[in-house]
């Protein structure tokens, strides 16, 4: 388990991190998320001790950063956020580095290395130097870095960074195909990729854990997730038609967002009662029935699934 | 104790291949060894002395050094902290003092890889007459020592600073001190200003004092102390340097 007790730490004037906690259990996928600044990358490298925290400690299977800091480290894989390189040696080179100040060596080194390239694709590029690379190929080499000794523990800044949709995905892939027998921290500013990949997130912001849930549970905090969205006829008689909805008693709000008579279409967002006990197929059977007794024809329906771009903005903007 | 070992191999390792896949060592073992045949055959006058002898080839030794070890040293620490290296290299499991060996100890061979290739200087002397053979040996253990000393200065330069400009120049400068404060003129004019006991002491410290008696075929184990303590006390230095980066 890898655990944060109270991490603080300040450069200079600034508080960078403040009482940061959290717990990340083997299986679990922690999606670091907050604005550029917010002490995302600062708290990831105090959980690998790369630097020190003013106070507070970073606990790795009960034992403290700090005070074990060589037996921790080798519990850790970690993918630092500028991905660091030795650009001079050629990629197995590297790798064959990393095993060797990891203590393996010889037959062990060698196969440790082969599958570090098979798994992160560098087959072609194995036998290159690493300055003449790609930022992908580059980030990819950082990856196998981090994971060559197999770790309990993963530490990635902003794995997917610099690639294109498709290496994104196929790292994304791995990661989550990992994280059955390790416990995996990743910061990333992408947030669709948070809710792809993470069962929890915490929101960062100006050095303090702002929000600790699931991504599902972020998302319900967006003011219009579970609102339905529905695509309909040019309405002539707006108050006529608002006044037939309000007839239905768990509605809360109706809005109009767009209606066009050219076009002789129009968008409407209705929120229901939280608390109502009806279901969605209620529900839609529901809105038919009135839009029928209008005579307009109901084009599309769907749920809002909340936008985690908006919960962050709400949540970090103050 | 066996862990330590294989971090220490690991990166000397990695630091002696990155010194040969660089053409900068390659350009800084020719410029050693063309100038230090220079110094001793030309500006020396190793012939006219007519002296079958090392002791003209190993004065020049302190001068070429004080460049060449801050050269060779310069990008050790700064190069890592400039490209954000440093940070893979502390997430790995070693210790500072660990990071801070191998460098020194890669530097300390590479350089002497130099002082070896300058053998066929010794083979001159034994063609042209019969040398005091223990004079050699201990020139040369005066020239492996000293340049041990120079580079942990020059280590300890580099890991206070992400220049290696200014790794080079603090280094020099620093090495020059301590070069000439036993040098004669340096002496004399202290001897004016201070007390006797302050110009023993400022000439004890002095790099070319311990240098020069090893040269002259005496090996006396207060000059292989002075140096090693230099090493060790620089050494010292650059692992805190480096600790205190993650402070």
């Not at chain 1, 037939?244 to 008693?249: E, F, P, R, V, W």
């Not at chain 1, 129009?266 to 209620?282: N, V």
């Not at chain 2, 620490?77 to 003092?97: C, H, N, Q, W």
């Amino acid at each position: 388990m890898i655990e944060a007790k109270e991490l603080t730490k300040s450069f200079g004037q600034t508080k960078a991190v403040r009482n940061v906690s959290f717990n990340v259990e083997t299986g679990d996928i922690l999606g670091f998320l907050g604005p550029n600044g917010a002490g995302k990358s600062t708290t990831m490298r105090m959980l690998t001790g790369y630097i020190a925290p003013d106070s507070g400690d970073a606990f790795i299977d009960s034992k403290s950063v700090t005070e074990n800091p060589i037996e921790v480290k080798s519990q850790i894989g970690y993918l630092s956020e500028i991905s660091p390189l030795y650009s001079e040696m050629t990629v197995t080179e590297f790798l064959n580095f990393c095993c060797e100040i990891r203590g393996f060596s010889g037959r062990k080194k060698i196969s440790m290395t082969e599958k570090a390239i098979e798994k992160c694709f560098l087959s072609q590029a194995k036998h290159q130097q690493i300055n003449t690379l790609s930022k992908g190929y580059r980030q990819r080499v950082s990856f196998a870095q981090s994971i060559i000794h197999d770790p309990k523990y993963l530490i990635l800044d902003e794995p997917t960074d610099g690639l294109d949709p498709n290496q994104k995905q196929e790292v994304r892939e791995m990661i989550k195909s990992m994280s059955r027998e390790k416990a995996i921290i990743l910061s990333t500013h992408i947030l669709d990729e948070a809710a792809a990949i993470c069962n929890r997130a915490i929101i960062i912001s100006n050095g303090e854990i702002i929000a600790d849930d699931t991504p599902r549970g972020l998302l319900e905090k967006d003011p219009d997730f579970g609102s339905y969205d529905i695509e309909t006829d040019f309405i002539k008689d707006i108050n006529h038609f608002k006044s037939s909805l309000n007839k239905i008693q768990i509605i809360d709000k109706i809005e109009i967002k767009k209606n066009s008579e050219k076009n002789d279409n129009s968008w409407i967002k209705i929120f229901f009662s939280k608390t109502s006990s009806f279901s969605t197929s209620e529900i839609i059977l529901e809105l038919e029935k009135i839009f029928s007794n209008s005579s307009l024809k109901l084009k599309s329906i769907s749920r809002d699934k909340g936008d985690l771009t908006k919960v962050f903005r709400i949540l970090t903007s103050n | 104790m066996s862990r330590s070992l294989n971090s220490v191999k690991a990166i000397l390792k990695r630091e002696l291949l990155s010194y040969f896949h660089s053409p900068t060592a390659y350009v800084v073992l020719v410029v050693f060894l063309i100038l230090q045949g220079f110094f001793t055959f030309y500006v020396g006058g190793f012939y006219e002395s007519g002296q079958a002898e090392l002791s003209l080839f190993f004065t020049w030794h302190p001068w070429i050094f004080l460049f060449l070890a801050p050269a060779v040293t310069m990008r050790l620490f700064s190069d890592e902290k400039r490209t954000g290296t440093i940070e893979l290299l502390m997430t790995f499991p070693v210790t500072p003092a660990e990071i801070t060996t191998a460098k020194f100890l890669a530097a300390w061979i590479f350089i002497s890889s130099g002082i070896v290739l300058t053998f066929p200087v010794v083979i001159t002397v034994y063609y042209l007459g019969s040398p005091d053979t223990g004079a050699i040996i201990s020139g040369y253990i005066g020239s492996f020592l000293m340049a041990g000393a120079l580079i942990s200065i020059g280590c300890f330069s580099s890991s206070i600073t992400k220049s290696q400009v200014i790794a080079f120049l603090s280094a020099a400068s620093l090495s020059l001190f301590l070069i000439l404060a036993g040098h004669s003129p340096v002496i004399q004019a202290a001897s004016g200003i201070f007390p006797k006991i302050i110009v023993n002491f400022i000439s004890e410290m002095s790099i070319l004092t311990h240098f020069k008696s090893l040269t002259k075929g005496i090996i006396d184990l207060r000059d292989i102390i002075y140096f090693l303590s230099i090493i060790i006390f620089m050494l010292f230095l650059n692992t805190s340097a480096i600790n205190s980066n993650s402070k």
